[in-house]
Nanobody, 115 residues
Framework: QAQLMESGGGLVQPGGSLRLSCSAS????????MAWYRQAPGNERELVAT???????TYADSVKGRFNISRDRARKTGYLQMNSLKPEDTAVYYC?????????WGKGTLVTVSS
């Protein structure tokens, strides 16, 4: 069974950095696009960043210049480097991959930005 697992979340002070990882395990025939979403309490889930198979990237306006998405295709792992974190970045961060058989989501990792 194909599964995704996020890691790297935690508590960080404003201005700090975190690096999230998304590891794929199980029967992934192939992984196309990868994406990070986040959902803050009381808010809808929102798209944060995407990366395609040829490493084209897109970012939400709110994180441009601060976040960087990358992937290691050989290791079936994606990353989200988050710098200059703000309290409004506090959310559960989810990884999603697109495969020929549909989308697969991870269960999320909590990021809390607070002093």
């Amino acid at each position: 069974q194909a599964q995704l697992m996020e890691s790297g979340g935690g508590l960080v002070q404003p201005g700090g950095s975190l690096r999230l990882s998304c590891s794929a395990s199980g029967n992934f025939v192939s992984i196309n696009n990868m994406a990070w979403y986040r959902q803050a309490p009381g808010n809808e889930r929102e798209l944060v960043a995407t990366i395609s198979t040829n490493t084209d990237t897109t970012y939400a306006d709110s994180v441009k210049g601060r976040f960087n998405i990358s992937r290691d295709r050989a290791r079936k792992t994606g990353y989200l480097q988050m710098n200059s974190l703000k309290p409004e970045d506090t959310a559960v961060y989810y990884c999603k991959v697109t495969t020929p058989y549909g989308d697969v989501w991870g269960k999320g990792t909590l990021v809390t930005v607070s002093s």
